[in-house]
C-alpha cells in the first residue's frame, strides 16, 4: 500500500510543558509490536509540541508536565 493510500493517521498534536526538570517524552511505534522509537527530555518550562504520525501510535511521559490535546488540559501526577 503507497502512503497515499493509507488511511490518514498524521495531523493530530498535543503540546506538552514540563512543570519539573527532567521531564521524559516517549514515541512508541504503531502496528503488533510496539517499540519506543524517538525520546526527548524536557527540563521545568519548556514546551514540546508532538504529533502522532503514520509511524508514532503512542506517547508516554514520565515526569510532572501539563498536556494539552484536543480533548482538554492533563496534569502528570509526582
Do not use: C, W
Amino acid at each position: 500500500m503507497k502512503v497515499s493510500e493509507q488511511p490518514d493517521v498524521a495531523g493530530e498534536y498535543i503540546v506538552i510543558k514540563a512543570l519539573d526538570n527532567g521531564v521524559t517524552i516517549y514515541g512508541l511505534t504503531r502496528g503488533k509490536d510496539t517499540k519506543f522509537h524517538h525520546s526527548e527530555k524536557l527540563d521545568k518550562g519548556e514546551i514540546m509540541v508532538a504529533q502522532f504520525t503514520e509511524h508514532t501510535g503512542a506517547i508516554k511521559i514520565r515526569g510532572r508536565a501539563e498536556v494539552l490535546t484536543k480533548h482538554g488540559r492533563l496534569t502528570t501526577s509526582d
